[in-house]
């Protein structure tokens, strides 16, 4: 395990505090949690990402409608 130092605005603080509160949970619980989380939520963007440049263009040379297509009408 390493050690990671962040500064947060009062704002961030007063929003931690109150995280801790309403869990029981420390200030390194909550942000281990939370940054779990958001990483979880990252890798999948990124793996959708990948996937649509990957199929996309075959997608759309089959005749399938992808979701640029229907945004791009919208605009």
Do not use: F, N
Not at 54 to 65: K, M, N, S, T
């Amino acid at each position: 395990m390493s050690t990671l130092t962040v500064r947060l605005t009062e704002r961030e603080e007063r929003d931690l505090q109150w995280a801790c509160e309403q869990t029981g949970k420390t200030k390194s619980e909550v942000v281990r949690e939370l940054l779990a989380e958001s990483l979880r939520g990252y890798r999948l963007r990124q793996a959708l990402q990948a996937a649509h440049a990957e199929l996309g263009p075959a997608a759309r040379q089959a005749g399938w409608l992808t979701e640029d297509d229907i945004l791009r009408d919208v605009s």
